[in-house]
């Protein structure tokens, strides 16, 4: 059997489609417990974490997939934080000077009961934070934005990119409105 690594992103997008479930009350304990696993990790630096993500809107479906927004201050550096998510269990899925993204929770089996997509940005780098509150606030944009996924999901199951981009417009207006809301 192929490791992760060893995968074309076809194998891995075959081995990891798109599902989307209804809402699992256990999502935010988990998120909550991850929140406070990394808060230990991270105890060295200023940060501030945030459930945000489908999984934190109980009124729809979503990806089984909780994501976690991690704020780190203008000068922490990101590949002393790579290295220390790395030595503790996490794949590093992509990383720049002022955003890293990790995960947890892919086997080569498939998902675990737990994935995890860990997201660190700058301080006030926090747009899905402004979805996510409006998207509670707003239960008609936030069935608008489930029947967007669920009508995404047939053709787009198996690329991964193509689904994350295809929503991009409705995420950008949404957030622009909350921005302009707040």
């Known amino acids: 059997m192929k ?9 891995l997008w075959e081995l990891f489609p798109i599902i989307l479930v209804p809402h699992n009350t256990q999502w935010a304990n988990w998120a909550k417990e991850e ?31 909780i994501d976690i927004l991690v704020e780190i201050p203008p000068d922490a550096d990101i590949d002393k934080l790579r290295l220390l998510m790395e030595s503790s269990g996490y794949i590093c899925m ?15 089996q498939g998902y675990a009961e737990r994935v995890f997509h860990i997201h660190f940005h700058r301080k006030g780098d926090n747009d899905e934070i402004y979805f996510r509150d409006f998207l509670l606030s707003r239960p008609d944009f936030a069935k608008e934005y489930e029947q967007l996924k669920l009508s995404l999901l047939p053709a787009l199951k198996h690329n991964r990119d193509a689904y994350t981009e295809a929503k991009s417009s409705f995420i950008h207006q949404i957030t622009a409105l909350a921005k302009t809301s707040s």
């Open 35 to 65: 929140i406070s696993s990394l808060t230990v990790l991270l105890s060295g630096y200023d940060t501030e974490i945030t459930h945000i993500g489908s999984t934190a809107i109980s009124s729809i479906k979503a990806k089984p997939i």
């Open 94 to 108: 992509s990383s720049s000077t002022n955003r890293a993204s990790f995960n947890k929770g892919y086997t080569p």
């Open 3 to 11: 490791s992760l690594k060893e995968m074309t992103i076809e194998e």
